[in-house]
Nanobody, 116 residues
């Protein structure tokens, strides 16, 4: 079994910053990729940022230049540093951990609220 636990969400004013963390634990030999997705009310879940085991990163256009994803291989933990936050960044943020050979495991989500 694999457990995925997010932390770091909260409320912040527009222009502020937050840092999300996500730790994967359990029966993991190695991680192929970890990613952050988000889902705003009434909208589909979307990919925010992804990082592979070799450090390659992908960002959705709306966050590129404002958000930074990083990965601590030794801790199987991924971070999302979010800056210059906007009200439209308000959503539940979900972590996806993808151990090698699996489709991945989702965390329970953490709420991020940005007020104007």
């Amino acid at each position: 079994q694999v457990q995925v636990v997010e932390s770091g969400g909260g409320s912040v004013q527009a222009g502020g910053s937050l840092r999300l963390s996500c730790a994967a634990s359990g029966s993991i030999l190695s991680i192929s990729a970890m990613a952050w997705h988000r889902q705003a009310p009434g909208k589909q879940r979307e990919l925010v940022a992804l990082i592979t085991s070799d450090g390659s990163t992908t960002y959705t256009d709306s966050v590129r230049g404002r958000f930074t994803i990083s990965f601590d291989n030794a801790k199987n933990t991924v971070y999302l540093q979010m800056g210059s936050l906007k009200p439209e960044d308000t959503a539940v943020y979900y972590c996806l951990a993808r151990p090698v050979g699996t489709r991945g495991y989702w965390g329970q989500g953490t709420q991020v609220t940005v007020s104007s």
